[in-house]
Structures are given as structure tokens and as C-alpha cells.
């Protein structure tokens, strides 16, 4: 990748990311998280598969999923690295969870800043990389491989919207980037990683809108 492709994508991630600043979502995601981790839901066995004693999840936002994670799975963390490119964010969460087991870090919106090769037992993003374009998905895609130690596993909820690719993802049913399972194979095995699962799932009474996938180094 060119210096110029990487100041481009960065640019693009840190653009992306100003549309969430301050946004009234994640108050109201507050009120369904409960549905995200019901035990029969595709997320929810999937996660399960996970070894999550070091463990990333990236694009945290308010930290709804890791105060969930804590209160209820804290035995088997024994690292967790809550990551968001808004500083924002991070602050939020900061006020929000008190554990030593936890680490805050802002990133640059395409790498997984402050992770050290090889370490991560695991890494998840729910309900974030929807919204993400294609080259940063890959760019995290190559960061995963990067931070995962061989056995690990990522597990990461992405757009199954294939339509209007230049259309800015603002303007999509449920503000749904470009992006399709087969896609986001492909990039996973372009970065070194293998499929493990994946499970293409309706979103706000959108049949296939989103996709489930577990990955593994």
C-alpha cells in the first residue's frame, strides 16, 4: 500500500467515525443490548467459541458489550483492551467501567494501535463494523492476523448490504456500508486468516441485511 492509499483510508475511517460522535444511538442501543447476548442467538454461540482471557473489542463505543462481558464472563478474562477511534468514546467508557483488567485505547480507525504482535487470544466488533468501508475492514482484517496468536480467533458483525457501492453508507437501510459475506471472506483469507463460521442475519426486520463472521489464525 502506497503512502498516499494508507493517509487516504485513514482519512476515510477518521470521516466515517465524526458521523458517531455525539449520536443518540448509543444511548438508544442501550435499551436492546440484552438481545444481543440471549443465548440463542447466532452472536451470542459464536462469541461463546471464543478464548476471551486477552481479548480486543474494537470499536467499543459506550462499552455496553464489555460491561456486559465483566458482569457476566469476568472469570475467564484476564486482559481486555477496549478500543475506539473517538477519544470521545474512550473517555465515556473510562467514567462508565472500573477494572484493572481493563486497558483504554484510542486509535487511528484502521489498526489496532498498542497491541502487541502475537498477543490476543481473541478480538470482536458488534453492531460497528457495519458501518465500516471495505479497505478499513481489511486494513483491521491485516491487524487481526497481526495481534492473534496462532489458535486465536476473531469474531466480527459486518454489512451483507451489496448494493450502491459509492453510495455514502449514511444513505443505506440502517446506515449499512457496502459490503457481502463473500466479500468479507475473501478479504479475511486475503489478510491470512481462516473461516471458521459465519451466519448471515436479519437486522431491524431487514432479512441478510448483516453477516456473522468468525475467523481464526
Not at 482519512?11 to 449520536?23: F, H, I, R, T, Y
Not at 444511538?25 to 443490548?33: I, P
Not at 467501567?97 to 486509535?107: A, G
Not at 448490504?161 to 468479507?184: C, G, I, K, V, W
Request: charged share 25%; hydrophobic share 35%; glycine share 6%.
Amino acid at each position: 500500500m502506497t503512502d498516499s492509499n494508507a493517509k487516504n483510508i485513514l482519512k476515510l475511517a477518521e470521516d466515517q467515525a465524526k458521523v458517531w460522535e455525539g449520536s443518540r444511538y448509543y444511548e438508544d442501543a442501550e435499551k436492546w443490548n440484552h438481545r444481543s447476548w440471549g443465548e440463542d442467538t447466532d452472536f451470542f454461540k459464536f462469541f461463546t467459541m471464543l478464548d476471551i482471557q486477552f481479548t480486543v473489542e474494537l470499536a467499543c463505543g459506550h462499552g455496553r458489550h464489555s460491561e456486559y462481558i465483566l458482569e457476566n464472563f469476568d472469570d475467564k478474562v484476564t486482559h481486555l483492551i477496549m478500543m475506539d477511534i473517538l477519544q470521545s468514546n474512550i473517555e465515556f467508557c473510562k467514567n462508565r467501567i472500573h477494572s484493572h483488567k481493563v486497558t483504554f485505547v484510542k486509535n487511528d480507525g484502521v489498526h489496532l494501535n498498542d497491541v502487541s504482535d502475537s498477543y490476543c487470544t481473541s478480538i470482536f466488533c458488534y453492531d460497528a463494523m457495519v458501518h465500516f468501508d471495505g479497505d478499513v475492514i481489511l486494513s483491521y482484517l491485516h491487524e487481526t492476523y497481526r495481534v492473534l496468536r496462532f489458535g486465536g480467533m476473531g469474531l466480527f458483525h459486518h454489512s451483507n448490504y451489496d448494493q450502491n457501492a459509492e453510495r455514502h453508507f449514511s444513505q443505506n437501510p440502517h446506515a449499512r456500508a457496502f459490503m457481502s459475506a463473500s466479500l468479507f471472506s475473501d478479504h479475511a483469507k486475503q489478510a491470512g486468516l481462516k473461516i471458521v463460521g459465519q451466519r448471515i442475519i436479519q437486522w431491524g426486520n431487514i432479512p441478510d441485511l448483516d453477516c456473522l463472521t468468525l475467523v481464526s489464525k
